[in-house]
């Protein structure tokens, strides 16, 4: 199992699929993180990709939890945002 939890989000105008990967573990304090601070975290990576902020796209948005597995069966195509917490990339 990797220290990975994994979010997928697909936009349907334009038509953008992203996989969102974000650490289990904090970098600086080494504890778990728990559900909704990863949900918290891939929400903030998604809109900084999107290139939006406001109440109302921070409630639109709600990346997907996926499995590991899942994620392996997706082709990644660009990373869009690349950080210590987590990664954002383009796939199909």
Do not use: H, W
């Not at 199992?1 to 334009?14: G, T």
């Not at 080494?30 to 998604?46: M, N, S, T």
Request: hydrophobic share 35%; with cysteine; charged share 30%.
């Amino acid at each position: 199992m990797s220290d990975l939890a994994y979010f997928e989000y697909a936009l349907v105008l334009p038509e953008e699929r992203y996989l969102i990967e974000v650490q289990t573990r904090n970098p600086a304090t080494g504890k778990v993180r728990e559900q909704d601070e990863l949900e918290k975290i891939a929400k903030e990576a998604l809109i900084t990709v999107v290139g939006q902020k406001g109440d109302d796209l921070e409630k639109k948005l709600n990346p997907n939890p996926i499995s590991e597995d899942e994620a392996q069966g997706l082709t990644k195509v660009q990373q869009l945002l690349p950080g210590p917490d987590c990664a954002v990339y383009l796939v199909e």
